[in-house]
């Protein structure tokens, strides 16, 4: 049982929204990050999105920032224990982006520059659920905070909103990502409190 | 070079609530590029999920713990291995 | 001498806070009575934790500043000005306060008095809480390895435990200390820079002596430092490093 350090609060703000189980407000934005910052210039940027069967669909900066975008107002949550609301988006439905897809698989491999992974449903990525998302705060979205592009999944916790997002491998069975296969919960779903593996 | 990481000491806390020696004295080869050196050498990304060490030369993922409430995940697989220090 | 390998896994103990002073307008010495302290070796840290009563807790790892002295432990705490931790552990606490601490940890950016070789301690700002720890072993443990400290800092306001480092300049045998201002520098002193090539050159030691360097500071001056020691033809393996991010 850890002792209580009197009058101590840490770098939080009390609120009367109601926020998932364990959760604390913060009104900066934390940079948290596993690896370098990859620096991806957008005329070498790409988005990949592969099927099971092996076929590829791949659009550049342009034909991305060429389709039809969204603005999307979202409260974030990561697992660290901060929340964010209101955050401001831009960025392509990826409803859009599947719409030419043909797949039978259930489940997606969220790929980033620099290596990173995260593994979702394909069901939480329809629907009105998902994004790539390029502007944060009418600006660009800046490399630490994942840009060029990243992909935004708000109502699940914050680290399958994968930063530097370059490809989706859709797959018939559920494969874990970089933080799933070291504890992470495969679905993360905030109001459940799905933090770890079991939760 | 980011100003984004610390070196592998800032593993020593963590580590030692697990094993019963210091593991950043001990010496790691790493799966990506075959680079030697102590754990303490390693670059340490904190600012995250879990504690991410990654290999000085290539960058690859050394070591990874990720710290629940109730259980710890240590992931080595970039690891090949640990030389260890011990008292004779 | 203190042992520091202390046989199991480490847990949380509770550590009372025996004295909080300041040592800079920014910077505070935090001395710790921590009932059975196993002792530690110059260079190991501590992390820190916090809880507020509602459960929420964060932890933070700091360099001990002090020399091995029974249940007593000294910090040298920097106020980050938006950090969660530091504002608490500067401003809030008092004598007589518990913090949870664990430790000592670390076994490889350590300094043993057994080891002959010269050390050459290269600190930024901050980073000057574990060779500080070294300096005092050395004197404590009564060593003749000859010490070099080439100590980085911003204003001559902003050097930490001035007044002792001057006094072990002039006092302690063997101990060189050479002070570099980056921004403004006393009266007489040289105009203010940042550690360069000739900086380490002249004021640390020739690799020849295969030296044991030290460096600890920010990420972006350590990295500059131990590159510099590279270059100037020390042993990587030599140069143990601790960023603080």
Known sequence: MAIVSPGFSGRRRSSDVQLPPGQYLTEDFPVLTAGPTPRVPTDRWELTISTEAGRKHVWSWQDLTGLPAEKITTDIHCVTKWSKLGTRWKGVSLDVLLEEVETAADFALVQSYGGYTTNLPLEDLLDGQAWIAYRYDDDDITPEHGGPARLLVPHLYFWKSAKWVRGIQLLLEDEPGFWETAGYHDYGDPWREQRYQGD | MGDDHVDGNALAGDLREIFAVDLTAATGRCAGCGYRGEVASLRVYTNAPGLVARCPRCEEVVLRLVRGPDRAWLDLRGTVSLEIPLAP | ?????????????????????????????????????????????????????????????????????????????????????????????????????????????????????????????????????????????????????????????????????????????????????????????????????????????????TPNCFVCGPTGFVEAVADILVALGHDPRRVRTERFG
């Open chain 3, 1 to 209: 001498m203190a042992r520091a390998a202390v046989s199991g896994r480490l847990t949380w103990r509770v550590a009372s806070v025996a004295e909080n002073r300041a040592i800079t307008a920014s910077a505070r010495s935090l001395v710790f009575d921590v009932p059975g302290w196993p002792g530690h070796l110059p260079g190991q840290h501590v992390d820190v934790r916090l809880t507020a009563e509602d459960g929420y807790s964060v932890q933070r790892s700091y360099s001990i500043a002090s020399a091995a002295n029974g249940d007593r432990v000294e910090l040298a705490v920097q106020r980050v000005a938006d950090g969660e931790v530091s504002p608490y552990l500067c401003d809030v606490l008092n004598a007589g306060d518990q913090v949870e601490l664990r430790g000592p940890v670390g076994g490889w950016f350590v300094w043993r008095a057994t080891d002959p070789a010269p050390v050459l301690l290269v600190a930024g700002g901050s980073g000057i809480a574990p060779l500080m720890a070294m300096i005092r072993s050395r004197a404590e443990q009564g060593s003749r390895v000859p010490f070099r400290l080439v100590y980085s800092v911003r204003t001559p306001q902003d050097v930490y435990f001035a007044d002792e480092l001057r006094q072990r300049a002039r006092e302690d045998a063997g101990l060189d200390v050479h002070l570099v201002y980056t921004r403004e520098a006393p009266e007489g002193a040289p105009a203010p820079k940042r550690i360069g090539v000739a900086t380490l050159n002249t004021h640390g030691w020739p690799p020849d002596f």
